[in-house]
Each structure stands twice: as structure tokens, then as C-alpha cells.
């Protein structure tokens, strides 16, 4: 059974950084293309980033366009998100997803931004 556990969150002002960890385990991590999506409170999920299981294949959802970079390290079975610029409207809870379909989902980590 797979399993995807984020770490990373917490609470940053307006235009820091934080980059956001995805560690897999139970599955194929380096044959898996990746996304990591975002909920804010009173809104539907969000699609953040998407990434190839070779990394070679990036695409990002136009609210976080040039400010977030999704990457992976396949030796390390872990998945990133690096984001910059923050603003408030990027406060949610942040989840990875991932494996055949799609089919895990992490229990996600929150992400604050105010001043």
C-alpha cells in the first residue's frame, strides 16, 4: 500500500519562501508522474504542479506560474515544491498525490502566509 507523507508547512509573510517535502514509500516513486494540488479554506482543491516520474516534463497552474518550481529526487523517493514570493492567497493545506491513476494522496501540510 502506498503512502506519501508532506512536511515543510508553517507560517511565512508575505514574499518569503518555504519548500515543501513529499517522501513516498509502498510504490513504484520513480516510475510515478507526480502532482502536488492545495485547498484553502471554503474553496475546492487546487492543481499547484505536475512533474514526469523523469522530471523531464513540468507544468504549473497559473496562480503560482514563475513563483513555484516542483522537483524530485528518485533516489530519495521524495518530491518537492519550492515556493517563492508568497502571498496570502497562497494560505492552504498543500497534498502530494501520486502512483497508478493517481491513486495516493498525502494527509497534507499547512501553509500560512501573513504578516
Known amino acids: 500500500q502506498g503512502q506519501l507523507v508532506e512536511s515543510g508547512g508553517g507560517l511565512v509573510q508575505p514574499g518569503g519562501s518555504l519548500t515543501l517535502s513529499c517522501t513516498a514509500s509502498?510504490?513504484?516513486?520513480?516510475?510515478?508522474?507526480m502532482r502536488w494540488y492545495r485547498q484553502a479554506p471554503g474553496k475546492e482543491r487546487e492543481f499547484v504542479a505536475y512533474?514526469?516520474?523523469?522530471?523531464?516534463?513540468?507544468h504549473y497552474g497559473d496562480s503560482v506560474l514563475g513563483r513555484f518550481t516542483v522537483a524530485r529526487d528518485n533516489a530519495k523517493n521524495t518530491l518537492y515544491l519550492m515556493m517563492n514570493n508568497l502571498k496570502p492567497e497562497d494560505t492552504a493545506v498543500y497534498y502530494c498525490?501520486?502512483?497508478?491513476?493517481?491513486?495516493?494522496w498525502g494527509q497534507g501540510t499547512q501553509v500560512t502566509v501573513s504578516s
Open positions: 498525490n501520486g502512483g497508478d491513476f493517481g491513486k495516493y
Open positions: 509502498g510504490f513504484a516513486f520513480s516510475l510515478s508522474a
Open positions: 512533474i514526469t516520474s523523469d522530471a523531464t516534463s513540468r
